[in-house]
C-alpha cells in the first residue's frame, strides 16, 4: 500500500464533462420520441461513416440526404426561442390552435403520402411517372404546411418535454422537400434555376424556409437576417445603385437556383456532409473515450502553479478543444464553465478572465490539423491540399497562441499573480502514464502525412479513440460506440443547419455576381494604395462575419472578398488564409462578439466592455494576417532558411505587442510615452523588410535599456510604484 492517489483527479478542483455540447435550447424528449430520436441520429451518423469509407452515394443525392435527415432531427430537438405573450395571452392562444393544427396537419400528411406514392409507385409497381394527383397540388400543401407550422411555433409556447405538433410538421417537411428532390433528381439537375416547374418552386422555396428557421434556432438571427438580406438583394438589386446594381431575377429562378450545388448543396453542404459530421463524430469519440477530459487535466498539471495558471490552461485547453469542437461561443461555454471562476480566482478581473477564454476559444479554428473544419472548406474551395493547409497555418497559430500568452503572462506579473496550489491539481506523474489518450491526434496527424485522405485518416483517429478507451475505466462497448455516434448527430446539428443557410448566400452571390464586382472595386483601390484595399478587405470580412459561426462566416468571405485579393496578385493560398483569420476573429470583435459575451455571461462581467478587452488580447491575430501577406515564409513558403528569420522576427514584434497592449514589458510597467514607442516597434515588424525589422530591432532595445536603467532603478529606490 503506497498511499498514492490511483485516481489523479480525485479531490481536485479539475471537473468532468467540461467538453460536453450546451444544450440551452435542446428539449427532453420523453419516452417513445426520445428513442425515436436515438435511433434516428445512430442511423444518420451510421449513414454518413458507411457512405464515406464503403459505399459511395451519387453526390447531389447524398447532399440532400444529409441536409433532410439534418433538419428533421433538428426540428425533433431544437426549441423554438423567440419573444413571446404573456402567460394569460398564452392560455388564450392554446385554444387557437386547432385551426393551424389541422391546416398544417392535413397538408403535411397529404406530401409525406404523395411522396410515399411516388416512390412506391416507381419502385414496386414500376410505373415510371406518377399520375398527376401526386405531384400537382404537392408544392402548395408542403409550403402551407412548412409556413403555419413555422409561424405557430413562433406564437405558441414551446414545450421542453415532448416535441409539439408543429415541429413534426416541420419535420415532415423537411422529409418531403428532401423526398422530392430525390425522386426527381436527375430532371432537378436539368431544369432547377434553368427552366424550372411551378412545384419546383414550391418545394425549394419551403426548403430554404426550414434552413432559415433551423439556423434561428440553433445559430440565432444574424446568420438568418444577413441571408434574408442577400435573398432580398436578388429582387432588389436593378433598383439599386453602382456595383450593387444587377438585373433582377423571378421568382422560380431565383430559389430553384439557390437549391443547387451553386447554393445550398454546393461548397459547405459537401463540407458539411463530409468533413465536418466525420470529424464532429470523432470529437463524439473523443468525448465518450473522455480525452476531452484528459487534455484538460494535463494542462492544469503542466501550467496550472505557474504564475497566472489558469488563463495558460485556458490557452492550452481551449485551444485544443476549440480546435476540435467547430464554435468559438461553444468551446467557451463548454470549457469556460471551469476555466473562469479559476482564472478570477487568482486575481484576474473578470472581464479579463472572460476575455483569456474568449481569445483561446477563438483562436482553436485557426489551430491545425482541424482548424474548426474551416480548412476543410477552405481546401473544397480552393482545390488546395488539406495538408498543405496545415501545414501552412503552423507558424500563425504558434504566433497567435504566443501572444495570448505573453499577454496573460504579462497580467499576471504586473498584479503579481500567484498560480494555483499544486496539492489541488492533477499529478502530472500520473497523467503521463495515461500520455496514450494523445494517440488518437498522433493517429490522425500522421495518416494525413502518410497520404491517407482526409476522411481515411478521421476514420483511423475516431476508431483509435474507441481502442484507446479500453485501456482506460472508461471502456467503449458497443453501447458507449452508440452513444457516440447518437452524441455526434445532435453536435452536428447547429454546424449543418449554418452550412446549407451559408450556401442561400454563396448562392446569391454568384447568381448576381456581386462576388466579381466587389473584385473589381478592390481593384481600384488597390491602384492608389494595396494597403488600404486590404484594410478594406479585412473590414469587410470581420463584419461579413460578425454573429456567425466560422464556418459560415468563412464560407461568406470567402465568396466576397477572396477572389478580389486573388485578382489583386495576392496567391490564393495567401488570400485564403487572409479573410479566413478575419472571419475567424470577428467572434471577439466588438460590437458582436460572440465568442466575447458568452464568457462575460460566465464571468458576470459587462459585456461590451469584455468584447474590447477580448479584442485587445486578441490584437495578434489583427495582425498577423499583414505580417504573412508581407511575409510568405510565415506560411511555410521557401526554404527553412527563409522561414527562419520572418518567424525571429515575428517572435519579437508579438512580444512587443503584447507587451504594449498590456502596458507591462521587460519586468516593469510602460509609461504611456514608452508603450507607444513599443507598439510601433511592434508594427514595424509586420512586413518582413531589413529596414522596418531593424527599426522594431532598435525600438525594442530602446524600449529595453529605458525600462532597464530608468524605470527598475526608480522602482527599487522608491521613487515610482511597480504598479503605476
Not at 480525485?10 to 450546451?22: R, T
Not at 472548406?377 to 504566433?399: F, K, N
Not at 494525413?448 to 483517429?461: D, E, K, N, P, Q
Not at 481593384?523 to 494597403?531: G, P, R, T, Y
Request: hydrophobic letters at 55%; charged letters at 10%.
Amino acid at each position: 500500500m503506497t498511499g498514492q492517489d490511483p485516481n489523479p483527479t480525485a479531490g481536485k478542483i479539475v471537473v468532468s464533462g467540461v467538453d460536453d455540447e450546451p444544450v440551452s435550447n435542446v428539449r427532453v424528449l420523453g419516452r417513445w420520441d426520445g428513442h425515436f430520436f436515438v435511433v434516428f441520429c445512430i442511423l444518420y451518423t451510421t449513414f454518413h461513416l458507411v457512405v464515406l469509407n464503403i459505399f459511395p452515394m451519387e453526390t447531389w443525392a447524398f447532399r440532400i440526404v444529409h441536409v433532410a435527415g439534418g433538419l428533421m432531427i433538428g426540428f425533433g430537438l431544437a426549441i423554438s426561442l423567440v419573444p413571446r405573450f404573456d402567460d394569460q395571452v398564452q392560455v388564450l392562444w392554446r385554444s387557437a390552435q386547432l385551426l393551424p393544427f389541422l391546416v398544417a396537419t392535413l397538408t403535411a400528411l397529404f406530401a409525406v403520402v404523395a411522396i410515399v406514392a411516388a416512390f412506391f409507385m416507381r419502385e414496386v409497381l414500376e410505373i415510371r411517372f406518377p399520375p398527376p394527383w401526386v405531384f400537382k397540388t404537392f408544392g402548395w400543401a408542403l409550403i402551407a404546411s412548412v409556413v403555419v407550422a413555422t409561424l405557430s411555433s413562433w406564437l405558441f409556447r414551446p414545450d421542453r418535454h415532448g416535441v409539439p405538433w408543429y415541429d413534426w410538421v416541420l419535420f415532415a417537411g423537411s422529409f418531403s422537400v428532401g423526398g422530392y428532390l430525390i425522386f426527381n433528381l436527375s430532371a432537378w439537375q436539368f431544369r432547377a434555376g434553368v427552366m424550372p416547374q411551378e412545384t419546383d418552386f414550391w418545394v425549394s422555396l419551403a426548403g430554404i424556409v426550414l434552413i432559415l428557421e433551423l439556423t434561428r434556432r440553433m445559430a440565432g438571427l444574424a446568420l438568418v437576417i444577413i441571408a434574408a438580406v442577400f435573398i432580398l438583394y436578388g429582387f432588389v438589386g436593378p433598383y439599386l445603385p453602382g456595383f450593387l446594381e444587377h438585373s433582377g431575377y423571378e421568382f422560380k429562378r431565383f430559389f430553384t437556383y439557390i437549391y443547387t450545388d451553386n447554393g445550398i448543396l454546393g461548397p459547405t453542404t459537401a463540407v458539411s456532409s463530409t468533413y465536418i459530421i466525420l470529424f464532429i463524430t470523432f470529437a463524439a469519440f473523443l468525448q465518450a473515450s473522455r480525452v476531452g477530459e484528459y487534455f484538460v487535466n494535463f494542462a492544469f498539471a503542466a501550467a496550472g502553479h505557474k504564475r497566472g495558471g489558469p488563463a495558460k490552461v485556458a490557452i492550452f485547453a481551449s485551444g485544443l478543444m476549440g480546435m476540435i469542437n467547430g464554435t468559438s461561443a461553444g468551446n467557451v461555454v463548454a470549457t469556460g464553465s471551469l476555466t473562469i471562476p479559476l482564472m478570477k480566482r487568482v486575481g484576474y478581473r473578470p472581464q479579463v478572465a472572460a476575455s483569456v477564454e474568449a481569445a483561446a476559444s477563438t483562436g482553436g479554428q485557426i489551430m491545425p490539423p482541424i482548424m474548426g473544419a474551416g480548412a476543410f472548406i477552405m481546401a473544397e474551395v480552393t482545390g488546395i491540399p488539406y495538408t498543405d493547409l496545415i501545414v501552412a497555418a503552423v507558424i500563425p497559430a504558434v504566433l497567435y497562441f504566443t501572444s495570448v500568452f505573453f499577454m496573460v503572462d504579462f497580467e499576471a506579473r504586473k498584479h503579481n499573480m500567484r498560480g494555483l496550489p499544486r496539492d489541488e491539481l492533477p499529478v502530472m506523474a500520473e497523467l503521463i502514464r495515461r500520455v496514450y489518450l494523445f494517440i488518437p491526434i498522433l493517429i490522425l496527424v500522421g495518416a494525413l502525412f502518410m497520404g491517407y485522405s482526409v476522411i481515411r485518416a478521421g476514420t483511423l483517429a475516431m476508431v483509435s479513440a474507441m481502442v484507446v478507451s479500453w485501456l482506460t475505466p472508461y471502456r467503449m462497448g458497443i453501447m458507449g460506440v452508440l452513444n457516440a455516434l447518437n452524441l455526434s448527430a445532435r453536435m452536428a446539428i447547429q454546424l449543418i443547419a449554418v452550412c446549407a443557410c451559408a450556401g442561400i448566400i454563396v448562392g446569391v452571390i454568384g447568381l448576381t455576381g456581386v462576388g466579381l464586382r466587389f473584385s473589381s472595386m478592390l481593384l481600384a483601390m488597390a491602384e492608389h494604395s494595396q494597403f488600404i484595399a486590404l484594410l478594406f478587405a479585412m473590414m469587410i470580412s470581420i463584419i461579413l462575419g460578425m454573429g456567425m459561426p466560422t464556418t459560415a462566416a468563412y464560407a461568406v468571405a470567402a465568396s466576397v472578398v477572396a477572389p478580389g485579393l486573388i485578382q489583386l496578385g495576392i496567391e490564393p493560398l495567401i488570400a485564403h488564409f487572409f479573410v479566413f483569420y478575419y472571419a475567424v476573429i470577428s467572434a471577439i470583435t466588438p460590437p458582436v462578439a460572440l465568442a466575447a459575451y458568452a464568457g462575460a455571461a460566465l464571468a458576470g462581467s459587462e459585456p461590451l466592455r469584455t468584447s474590447v478587452t477580448a479584442f485587445r488580447i486578441g490584437l495578434a491575430a489583427f495582425v498577423v494576417p499583414f505580417m504573412f501577406f508581407y511575409s510568405p515564409a510565415l506560411l511555410m513558403q521557401g526554404s527553412w532558411t527563409e522561414i527562419a528569420l520572418p518567424v525571429v522576427t515575428a517572435l519579437i514584434g508579438i512580444y512587443l505587442l503584447s507587451g504594449a497592449v498590456i502596458g507591462y514589458l521587460f519586468d516593469a510597467d510602460l509609461g504611456l510615452p514608452i508603450r507607444a514607442v513599443a507598439f510601433v516597434g511592434a508594427l514595424s515588424m509586420i512586413s518582413g523588410g531589413w529596414m522596418t525589422d531593424a527599426i522594431g530591432l532598435s525600438l525594442a532595445t530602446a524600449v529595453f535599456l529605458f525600462q532597464r536603467f530608468v524605470v527598475i532603478p526608480r522602482i527599487q529606490r522608491g521613487k515610482l510604484s511597480p504598479a503605476g
